[in-house]
């Protein structure tokens, strides 16, 4: 009788299967297969859906996996979590653990490294966790503030709506369209206004360079004029004058003597009176300065 008959053969295949099913579903459970991690302990107040197989994280990437939770029956701990780490990553002391929940519903755990290069956790050693807000729990702290201000925004929703609902509003809605056309009109005035202007500035600019050009020689001159000769000839002009009116006020000369002689104006009075006299008389009596004869003059 041999050894390995059908019956020894069937176990054999039998208990192959079971190791390969055992391995495989620590595979996809995501623990290692072989002993090459380290185990640390978390522990939680709340787990929120932790479960073994879920990532662990450090800095966002992965390095090692929940291997085991032991929930506190008796109510007078906290649950603890084991989780198993890649041989290389260190536990700075005083770091920790937090779970977080993505949208999608997936738990994992983030661990908080501290930042001690000297001292670090011990494989074995129990690290302290909690939960982390993440987008859900900001989320969650905004609606206490989001409840709040509810009643503003219906209050605001009914004044548009009481807004929207005032004829007004589509008169002006119907006006926009005149107002577009305005607008329109205006424009292509202004770039008509503009084209003349564009047309008109070299000429513009020619005219003001002639001024420009005038200016300078303007400045030029003045420039040249000799303002101290000018000024000393406007100073002796001055000095004439003012000796020319104290003559005439001393009665030097011809034209001071008539500026201040009393006699010559009695005398030059006197002879207007007897001129006007000689006029009256002239009047009156004509035949005493004037003869005049048809036949001539006859001898007295």
Do not use: C
């Amino acid at each position: 009788m041999k050894f390995f008959n059908r019956e020894v053969q069937i176990a054999l295949v039998a208990i192959v299967g079971v190791v390969v099913l055992f391995f495989g579903l620590q595979f996809l459970k995501g623990l290692s297969l072989f002993s090459d991690e380290d185990v640390y302990y978390v522990t939680f107040d709340d787990i929120s859906g932790l479960a073994p197989s879920s990532a662990v994280f450090a800095d966002g990437y992965k390095v090692g996996s929940v291997k085991d939770i032991a929930y506190d029956y008796a109510g007078q701990g906290k649950t603890v979590a084991s989780i198993s780490l890649n041989k290389n990553m260190r536990l700075p002391k005083g770091s920790t653990a937090e779970i977080e929940t993505d949208m999608l519903g997936n738990v994992k755990v983030n661990l908080m490294l501290a930042s001690n290069p000297v001292e670090r956790v011990a494989p074995g050693d129990t690290i302290t966790g909690g939960m982390a807000s993440g987008m859900l729990g900001k989320a969650a702290e905004m609606i206490p503030a989001i409840e709040k201000m509810l009643p503003k925004l219906d209050s605001i929703m009914t004044r548009l709506n009481t807004l929207l609902a005032d004829p007004s509003v589509d008169n002006t809605l119907h006006n926009v369209d005149k107002i577009t056309a305005n607008l329109t009109t205006t424009t292509a005035q202004l770039n008509t206004l503009v084209a003349g202007l564009n047309r008109s500035v070299p000429g513009m600019m020619a005219k003001a360079d002639v001024v420009l050009d005038n200016t300078g020689k303007l400045t030029k001159n003045l420039s040249e004029l000799d303002v101290a000769a000018t000024m000393a000839r406007v100073d002796q002009t001055l000095d004439d004058v003012h000796q020319m009116t104290e003559r005439l006020n001393s009665g030097e000369g011809t034209l001071g003597l008539l500026l201040r002689d009393p006699g010559l104006y009695n005398n030059l009075n006197s002879t207007a009176r007897s001129a006007d006299s000689l006029l009256i008389d002239l009047r009156q009596h004509p035949k005493r300065y004037v003869h005049f004869s048809i036949f001539g003059r006859k001898d007295k």
